[in-house]
């Protein structure tokens, strides 16, 4: 396992090189610049801004300039967030987003399981039938239609939940559900389906057939195999988290890494663009990581190579 460990971080550090060498290229193609929005910027003050910040120099040697400071650790200062440090705003704004989404993928794990494995053992029963609806109902619809939909009828009609910011406990209810309700659906599905395949196979009619109790079945030997695609899909769900919080945190006004993101975006802030993105890729990557050698913790039976 140690070697496969070497090889997977090998891997990721190439990966997190070509995403940020791609990002930062891409960044320059896009029309417009940081300063443009600046009110009265005058030709003389853009260029002295630019000479400033180094963005009069050519991209290929901003480009290394940028790459020797990366392997510091140095992130850069944000252009439009005058005196900061990127390190610093990640480091502000990554434990909101980082919480929020925590509980979200905790919620989601610890419904969607239980709901799969419950309609896997009720299958084509009513109760299968209405978790499957909900659960693909979940998929269809997107986070922001989700979000929209709860913060309209539970903080605009009903006036039971804060629709903004995160000061209290009872704001996270609805920016959490936002987040939770497409990995919740995806997770019952994927238990279902496999649940179904697992309480087929000759184990299973070899345990019941000794007298063995459906509940210790179930958690001994059933849920133990059927885990393992939600297990894979651990990566892709943190990614989705982690995207997903854009919107819900804009929507809801949260302060957090992703609305953080998306401003820094329309800004054309490059150190900010580039900093949240080498470190959400980092994010990204760990956890596949994680998730492939959790595999082998699981499951002995599968060879890592």
């Known amino acids: ?19 940020a060498t791609l990002t930062f290229f891409l ?39 940028y790459m020797k400071r990366i392997v510091m650790g140095d992130l850069g200062t944000s252009l439009k967030m005058r005196g900061q440090e990127v390190n610093d705003i990640i480091g502000q704004r990554f434990p909101v987003s980082a919480r929020l989404g925590a509980i979200a993928v905790l919620i989601a794990i610890a419904v969607g399981i239980p709901l799969g494995s419950v309609a896997a053992l009720n299958r084509g029963k009513w109760l299968d039938n209405i978790i499957m609806f909900i659960a693909t109902t979940g998929i269809a ?42 990995p919740t659906a995806y997770i019952s599905r994927l238990m279902r389906s496999s649940m179904l395949d697992v309480l087929g196979q000759d184990y299973m009619r ?43 945190e804009k929507i809801f006004t949260i302060p957090g890494l992703g609305s953080q993101f998306i401003s820094s975006i329309t800004d054309r802030d490059y150190p900010l663009i580039m900093g ?28 890592l190579k």
């Open 27 to 65: 960044m320059f193609l896009v029309p417009g610049g940081p300063f443009l929005s600046e009110k009265a910027t005058t030709p003389q003050t853009l260029k002295a801004l630019e000479q400033k910040y180094g963005l009069d120099q050519p991209v290929g040697v901003q480009y290394v300039n």
């Open 206 to 248: 070899t345990a019941r057939a000794k007298g063995i109790s459906q509940f210790k079945s179930l958690f001994k030997h059933a849920l133990r195999n059927a885990v393992l695609p939600v297990i894979t899909y651990m990566g892709p769900m943190l990614a989705y988290i982690l995207t997903g919080s854009f919107v819900v």
């Open 276 to 303: 949240t993105t080498i470190f959400l890729a980092f994010l990204l990557i760990t956890m596949n990581v994680i998730v492939d050698i959790a595999y082998k913790i699981i499951d002995p039976r599968i060879k």
């Open 141 to 182: 619809v997107p986070s922001f239609v989700v979000a929209t939909t709860l913060m309209f009828t539970f903080g605009v009609k009903l006036h039971i939940l804060p629709t903004y910011g995160l000061s209290s406990p009872m704001h996270y209810v609805l920016p959490v559900m936002a987040l939770a309700f497409y």
């Open 1 to 19: 396992m140690g070697a496969y460990a070497i090889k997977r971080i090998a891997s990721a550090a190439v990966t997190l090189f070509v995403v």
